[in-house]
T-cell receptor, first 113, second 111 residues
Framework: DVKVTQSSRYLVKRTGEKVFLECVQDMDHENMFWYRQDPGLGLRLIYFSYDVKMKEKGDIPEGYSVSREKKERFSLILESASTNQTSMYLC????????????FGPGTRLLVL | GEDVEQSLFLSVREGDSSVINCTYTDSSSTYLYWYKQEPGAGLQLLTYIFSNMDMKQDQRLTVLLNKKDKHLSLRIADTQTGDSAIYFCAESRYNFNKFYFGSGTKLNVKP
């Protein structure tokens, strides 16, 4: 079974803090994704990566950056957390072939005070 | 995002059928997916359909695709309380495997 893990299930941070969310997958997948999930808005893509050191902006990249130094790990960085970044963050991975399904981690619920 | 739309809520009684609907706008979509999210968990793939099909059945789940109207539905037969969850439809396009998700439909199953 594919396993996608996220470093924390819950996080509480203060406005202005730098926040790191880590995601690791164990299936040698090429593609990795970061989404945020908000009620009524579904999942919105923040960034994705299709290879090591490669990244592409998703639909809502503002206020976020990412890092993919190793194939299995994809990090989401909030340079200076703000209250409007309070959300559920979901990581996903998939193989490089077109139309492969995405496998999701359990999510990190972030509260920014 | 990208105009994948779902109604937000659906409530049914245990044992009834549930039908969750989804509309999308991009005719280049090739695969369409249904995911289930239980409370506090990530998304779990339920089923998917290739765009040249119009129906797929998998045990209690039936997916119907009307490509002309860009309408996708998920029917759950004999709905159980364990089916209570949020259901997301998603479409993928030939674009680095990006998915576009609907807003999710929260299914509430009453005993």
């Amino acid at each position: 079974d594919v396993k996608v893990t996220q470093s924390s299930r819950y996080l509480v941070k203060r406005t202005g803090e730098k926040v790191f969310l880590e995601c690791v997958q164990d299936m040698d997948h090429e593609n990795m994704f970061w989404y945020r999930q908000d009620p009524g808005l579904g999942l919105r893509l923040i960034y994705f990566s299709y290879d090591v050191k490669m990244k592409e902006k998703g639909d809502i990249p503002e206020g976020y950056s990412v890092s993919r130094e190793k194939k299995e790990r994809f990090s989401l960085i909030l340079e200076s957390a703000s209250t409007n970044q309070t959300s559920m963050y979901l990581c996903a991975s998939s193989r490089g072939k077109a139309q492969e399904t995405q496998y999701f981690g359990p999510g990190t619920r972030l509260l920014v005070l | 995002g990208e105009d994948v739309e779902q109604s937000l809520f659906l409530s049914v009684r245990e044992g009834d059928s549930s039908v969750i609907n989804c509309t999308y706008t991009d005719s280049s979509s090739t695969y369409l997916y249904w995911y289930k999210q239980e409370p506090g968990a990530g998304l779990q793939l339920l089923t998917y359909i290739f765009s040249n099909m119009d129906m797929k059945q998998d045990q209690r789940l039936t997916v119907l695709l009307n490509k002309k109207d860009k309408h996708l539905s998920l029917r759950i037969a004999d709905t159980q309380t364990g089916d209570s969850a949020i259901y997301f439809c998603a479409e993928s396009r030939y674009n680095f495997n990006k998915f576009y998700f609907g807003s999710g439909t929260k299914l509430n199953v009453k005993p």
